[in-house]
């Protein structure tokens, strides 16, 4: 099963969201193989973190509890919410395969909160800059209640045109880059 899980960070816990880093890395490592992607969302001028996307793959909706909320960084403090959620892999690899490389181009997290009826379940024509692309699912993986996307993209605008704005009662659009331990 897939997960989205999106800690978001709380006012003012850089220092300690700084302190944690190596720990929260050795928390991640005993994920790896189980990672389809991972990193920070960033303020707009790609300055400072604001968050931390993880999507993993993982034996049930217990396991990904356990993941998001033994992270480091959420039992010292670091987050003010998570937003956790059952997604779906519709372009079926990780971000590691992602024939655009680590970093080139502007990165963006789009998040598109749900509103009725199912939306954007098919990969997008010209869909060629996404990273990751899926459908948020509830727990038992039937109500659609939004979608998450990585994608590179120019500007924020072209990021969230990914998505059909109108069948979505809130679109989120982050700065994102690749994460996980420098090389």
């Known amino acids: 099963m897939e997960f989205f899980c999106y800690h978001r960070d709380r006012s003012g816990s850089l220092a300690l969201r700084h302190e944690l880093l190596e720990g929260h890395w050795s928390y991640m490592d005993q994920y790896v193989k189980e990672l389809i992607a991972r990193g920070p969302t ?17 034996p049930d909706p217990d396991a990904a509890r356990r993941f998001a909320f033994d992270e480091p960084g959420y039992q010292a403090g670091v987050y003010r919410d998570v937003l956790l959620r059952r997604w779906r892999n519709v372009l079926g690899r990780t971000m590691w395969d992602f024939p655009g490389g680590r970093t080139d181009g502007n990165r963006y997290l789009v998040l598109g ?31 659609w209640l939004g ?37």
């Open 42 to 58: 960033l303020t707009s001028d790609g300055e400072a973190p604001t968050g931390s996307v993880h999507i993993i793959d993982l």
């Open 113 to 143: 909160l749900g509103s009725g009826q199912a939306a954007d379940l098919a990969v997008p024509q010209n869909g060629d800059e996404l990273i990751a692309y899926g459908p948020l699912l509830s727990d038992d993986g039937t109500t």
């Open 147 to 183: 979608t998450a996307v990585l994608v590179r993209a120019p500007d924020p605008e072209t990021a969230r045109a990914v998505l059909t704005a109108d069948r979505y009662a809130e679109i989120e659009v982050h700065r994102w880059q690749f994460g996980g331990r420098p090389s």
